[in-house]
């Protein structure tokens, strides 16, 4: 027989801390993962002042409330206090966690009335929540809007990071995949995926003016960055990213965090230089106008 501990609490305890004046549920605040509920299911955004590994997410996901904040309890190993995030996402549920230190845990009524976002899913993120952001409001924002369904090859995370005069482009996208006509011979990409030979077809149909891509954690035989220097034939200047630095899969995370580990020689010829931050060496690939 399976245990279950929410078996052990009685009765399950919530705090009703806001309702929706559109009908669409409630914010209810609540000391555990424990106990969030069946009656959450569907409606309600569930602040809950656990951890939020993939254990609780599991009891998170039974009830499938509409939405969840917990804590981050300090990353932890592997991100493993927060891994939960992704297994939510993978469920269709938006969540988030705030800052361990900006609120008390096992205190669900406090998390939300001091609590501060420091991570999110991205569904979440689709709703509006952003780092930085009062748990009181970002619940309010889940509660009040819907994720859009969304296809993987859709959620690109396209930004356009720097315009020079004559209009190219720096543009942060999740993978150099992602590509559009718009950069071909003329927007530098920094992207997230890593530099292995397999990139190479994709780096060859996008043929960026400039690329900034992972160099995943390197590899055997420097095996993550091999495409930058089969990519030199085809005139393609680029630079991979330190893997420990910057997160794969997430083009912004690599133009904000990341650190240049390998240039090939026609990045080198723009002034890109290994331990070199992303931005610079962005723009310096990017180059004067007219350059294109």
């Known amino acids: 027989m399976s245990h279950n501990p929410r ?61 969840a904040i917990g804590m981050d309890c300090g990353i932890g190993p592997e991100g493993s206090a927060i891994a939960g995030l992704w297994y939510l996402e993978a469920l269709d549920i938006p969540a988030a966690v705030a800052d361990v230190m900006s609120a008390r845990l096992g205190d669900g009524v406090h998390l939300y009335r001091n609590g501060v976002i420091s991570f999110f899913n991205q569904l979440a993120a689709d709703c509006g929540v952003r780092a930085g952001m009062a748990v009181a409001e970002a619940a309010r924002v889940m509660l009040e809007n819907d994720p859009v369904p969304a296809a993987a090859g859709e959620i690109t995370n396209r930004t356009v990071m720097h315009t020079a005069p004559d209009g190219r482009q720096v543009v942060a996208t999740d993978s150099i995949a992602f590509a559009t006509p718009a950069d071909r011979g003329r927007n530098v990409l920094v992207t997230a995926g890593h530099t292995g030979r397999s990139a190479v077809p994709y780096l060859r149909r996008a043929s960026p003016w400039g690329f900034i891509c992972s160099d995943g954690g390197r590899g055997m035989d420097d095996s993550g960055t091999a495409g930058l220097f089969i990519v030199e034939a085809d005139g393609l200047a680029g630079a991979t990213a330190d893997a420990r630095r910057a997160r794969m899969g997430s083009g912004l995370s690599h133009y904000r965090d990341g650190i240049i580990s390998a240039a090939n020689a026609l990045a080198a010829a723009r002034g890109v230089e290994i331990g070199m931050a992303c931005p610079e060496a962005a723009l310096l690939l990017l180059g004067r106008p007219g350059e294109s």
């Open 7 to 67: 078996d052990e609490q009685a009765p399950v305890q919530q705090t009703v801390v806001f309702t929706s004046t559109t009908g669409r549920g409630r914010v209810c605040a609540m000391d555990s993962a424990y106990h969030v509920d069946p009656s959450n299911h569907g409606r309600d955004v569930c602040v809950n002042s656990s951890y939020c590994g993939v254990l609780p997410a599991r009891f998170i996901a039974e009830a499938a409330p509409r939405g």
